[in-house]
């Protein structure tokens, strides 16, 4: 696949920004009037999110507002696609980087996330609007600065046998849902501990406790859902009672799984009648589809649930131990 084509396969996704950057990147330098076009193109898709988060915009405008950048996108992919045909061995970045700078990038983006993330938890906090803004300017600021060191990482060939899988895992990381009942929550929490050692290496979990006040709920979740390449189904009483789940996370899950464009897993927290679910016919985690609740030892029924991932994961990237 050409650039051009990842890019639109990005727009697809609804990964416009992501697309905006990467694309931004790209053609600095190369041409300054198509740089200042994605320059406005990230203006106007930076003015919307924060009109969002605002409550400025309905829906409805959002959607109309998106649209119209994807197609000057679109529109300007058309000129891309010419210098990228008049200069072929630009359109894939081939820097390479010493292991050095690729463990000062790996440590800058880390220290970057940890900020990022105290951030968000004082934006959740804050209660006049002038505070909340400031810290959506300084959140999305941070954001822009650790995609562009994600970028960077996706290009690098640092030499030595274990350089190439570690920056091709930090470059393209798993993309893990998690679909849970709200009463679940503690175990939700418990299983993001285990699954640490996996999000430092390869892994990118995401939950509905991440959506930012503003944001549109029902619109994250399902563009979260298409996005990622795992779906956990955490399976208890309370899960098999949600209405929400039932009519909007499981059809997009159970579809995407039947596509071969996801794979989801159902991990068993309580006792329940899930074997009457479509997803029945699934592998569960832990082993035996042994509810977490029944086993002597949580800790040990995590393990276990993290290892079985861990294969999943490692199949998918390609890794070998």
Do not use: C
Not at 280 to 293: D, T, V
Request: glycine letters at 4%; hydrophobic letters at 40%.
């Amino acid at each position: 696949m050409s650039f051009t084509d990842d890019i639109r396969g990005l727009i697809s996704k609804g990964r416009t920004r992501e697309a905006l950057e990467q694309l931004a990147q790209w053609v600095e330098d190369k041409d300054n009037s198509l740089s200042n076009e994605l320059i406005l193109l990230q203006s106007q898709w930076n003015q919307n999110e924060r009109s969002e988060r605002m409550g400025l915009l309905s829906s409805q405008e959002l959607s109309m507002y998106r649209a119209r950048i994807n197609m000057g996108l679109l529109s300007l992919l058309e000129e891309v696609q010419k210098l990228e045909r008049k200069n072929p061995a630009s359109s894939a970045a081939t820097s390479a980087y010493t292991s050095e700078e690729i463990k000062g990038l790996e440590e800058q983006r880390d220290l970057l996330i940890r900020k990022l993330n105290f951030l968000k938890k004082e934006r959740d906090l804050a209660v006049a609007a002038d505070a909340k803004f400031a810290l959506d300017e300084q959140i999305e600021e941070l954001e822009q600065k650790i995609q562009g060191i994600k970028d960077k990482l996706k290009f690098t060939s640092a030499p030595g046998p274990h350089s190439a899988e570690k920056v091709g895992v930090d470059a393209d990381k798993v993309k893990i849902f998690i679909s849970y009942a709200h009463e679940d929550r503690e175990w939700v929490e418990k299983l993001g501990k285990h699954l640490a050692v996996l999000k430092r290496r390869y892994v990118e979990s995401w939950t509905d406790s991440e959506i930012l006040p503003g944001d549109s709920w029902n619109e994250e979740i399902r563009r979260k859902l298409n996005e990622a390449d795992v779906i956990l189904l955490l399976v208890s009483p309370d899960f098999l009672n949600s209405e929400f789940i039932y009519n909007e996370e499981l059809p997009v899950a159970w579809k995407r799984h039947k596509a071969r464009e996801t794979i989801v897993i159902p991990i068993i927290l309580r006792p329940s009648t899930w074997d009457l679910e479509e997803y029945a016919s699934l592998q569960a985690l832990p082993r035996g589809a042994r509810p977490i609740s029944q086993w002597p030892n949580e800790d040990e029924a995590f393990v276990d649930v993290v290892g079985g991932l861990r294969k999943v994961i490692e199949a998918k990237l390609k890794i070998t131990s």
